[in-house]
T-cell receptor
Framework: GEDVEQSLFLSVREGDSSVINCTYT??????LYWYKQEPGAGLQLLTY?????DMKQDQRLTVLLNKKDKHLSLRIADTQTGDSAIYFC???????????FGSGTRLSIRP | EAGVVQSPRYKIIEKKQPVAFWCNPI?????LYWYLQNLGQGPELLIR????????DSQLPKDRFSAERLKGVDSTLKIQPAELGDSAVYLC??????????????FGPGTRLTVL
């Protein structure tokens, strides 16, 4: 079946790197996403990666995909207070199919 | 360009009452989604429209939930009658569908429903 799992909480010091991990079960997942949700707001797509890629970097964000272990991670370099939010890992089989979301990881920043 | 618009933002009703949520997708987006987000959970798809056709409604509890997307633009999600367990955030999203190289869905701010 389709399932996406991620840890519920992560606390990091301002300026450090944050690494949010995710595992998924569906080996036919083609698209893997990271969404950000701030309080009272909808979800915002941060980045995505195709299943035939190992890594994608976009400014402070680095996504690593281990397809063999079905493991996805999001690294945020130089974490700032504005990065405080809930981060959702998600996957879909195709660009038209539904997106399966994890339960989200709440990232909090310590001064 | 305006994003996905939803109204109302908040709704409080008593159980057994009906309720309706409205969504206006991004202009030109032919795919529209309704998601349910329970507290502490990720969104779960309720229904997906391609233009005015519901192409995936397998997760929609059809005994009390209904949706429509007349003319393939705006959409309404209705619950009748509402139950206590329906308290959640209802998110609408839209995407460019098949013309997009990947399935980026743009989300509205959601409607937070509280059933008393």
């Amino acid at each position: 079946g389709e399932d996406v799992e991620q840890s519920l909480f992560l606390s990091v010091r301002e300026g450090d790197s944050s690494v949010i991990n995710c595992t998924y079960t569906d080996s036919s997942s083609t698209y893997l996403y990271w969404y950000k949700q701030e309080p009272g707001a909808g979800l915002q797509l941060l980045t995505y990666i195709f299943s035939n890629m190992d890594m994608k970097q976009d400014q402070r964000l680095t996504v690593l995909l281990n397809k063999k272990d079905k493991h996805l991670s999001l690294r945020i370099a130089d974490t700032q207070t504005g990065d405080s939010a809930i981060y959702f890992c998600a996957e879909s089989k195709s660009r038209a199919s539904k997106i399966i979301f994890g339960s989200g990881t709440r990232l909090s920043i310590r001064p | 360009e305006a994003g996905v618009v939803q109204s109302p933002r908040y709704k409080i009703i008593e159980k057994k009452q009906p309720v309706a949520f409205w969504c206006n997708p991004i202009s030109g987006h032919n795919t529209l989604y309704w998601y349910l987000q329970n507290l502490g959970q990720g969104p779960e798809l309720l229904i997906r429209y391609e233009n005015e056709e519901a192409v995936d409604d397998s997760q929609l509890p059809k005994d009390r939930f209904s949706a429509e997307r007349l003319k393939g633009v705006d959409s309404t999600l209705k619950i009748q009658p509402a139950e206590l367990g329906d308290s959640a955030v209802y998110l609408c999203a839209s995407s460019a569908g098949q013309v997009s190289s990947y399935n980026e869905q743009f989300f509205g701010p959601g409607t937070r429903l509280t059933v008393l």
